[in-house]
């Protein structure tokens, strides 16, 4: 049972255009939403994350939004770059049984120039 | 800048044989993790660590087991691979238990 879901496993974009990333969790313990950023043959890098107490937070062409109602977040990136390519993974931790990073399946976003 | 280094990038084995993966982090860290990437599966946890000595099952934790003897260095061991263990292993160390992790680069098994 995924308890975090990235449903789309791919996504082409043009370069300067907006990337958006989706991800929909089930767990409602989850609190604290991070998104990590996967070249390949390299281990997954910290990009963004947000608190529950937050419905936004950015940083620089990141912005990560939080639907609480929803339970879904998505990860905005403008204007998008041809470095931006990469996997990128939704992760989610709570409390209690929930507080092991969860990570979503994955979306490979592909730029092109 | 911080770092976790694994011991092998590439490795491959026979089925039935052992491998022992090491992973080393330099950043003082209490808590550190494996896990395992496969296609569409995403990552998930094998096996984690809060403290010296001490070890947790992960989601996965079948067919593995882990040393934690120093604060800086967690093994993964596999006693007897399967094919179903060919897979992308990530090691990562974290500061808060459910903080941001600083991940390896990952080793890739194959079992044939």
């Known amino acids: 049972d995924q308890q975090v879901k990235q449903n789309s496993p791919s996504l082409s974009v043009q370069e300067g255009r907006i990337s958006i990333l989706n991800c929909d969790y089930t767990?409602?313990?989850?609190?604290?939403f991070l998104w990590y950023k996967k070249y390949p043959a390299e281990g997954p890098t910290f990009l963004i994350s947000?608190?529950?107490?937050?419905d936004k937070n950015e940083d620089g062409r990141f912005t990560v939004f939080l639907n609480k109602s929803a339970k879904h977040l998505s990860l905005h990136i403008v204007p998008s770059q041809p470095g931006d390519s990469a996997v990128y993974f939704c992760a989610a931790s709570g409390s209690g049984s929930a507080r092991q990073l969860t990570f979503g399946s994955g979306t490979q976003l592909t730029v092109l120039p | 800048d911080v770092k976790v280094t694994q011991s092998s990038r590439y490795l491959v084995k026979r089925t039935g044989e052992k491998v022992f993966l090491e992973c080393v982090q330099d950043m003082d860290h209490e808590n550190m993790f494996w896990y395992r990437q496969d296609p569409g599966l995403g990552l998930r946890l094998i096996y984690f660590?809060?403290?010296?000595?001490?070890?947790e099952k992960g989601d996965i934790p079948e067919g593995y087991s882990v040393s934690r003897e120093k604060k800086e260095r967690f093994s993964l061991i596999l006693e007897s691979t399967s094919t179903n263990q060919t897979s992308m292993y990530l090691c990562?160390?974290?500061?808060?238990?459910?903080?941001?992790?600083?991940f390896g680069e990952g080793s890739r098994l194959t079992v044939l």
């Open positions: 767990n409602s313990m989850f609190d604290y």
């Open positions: 660590s809060y403290d010296v000595k001490m070890k």
């Open positions: 990562a160390s974290s500061l808060m238990r459910a903080g941001e992790l600083f």
């Open positions: 947000i608190s529950s107490i937050k």
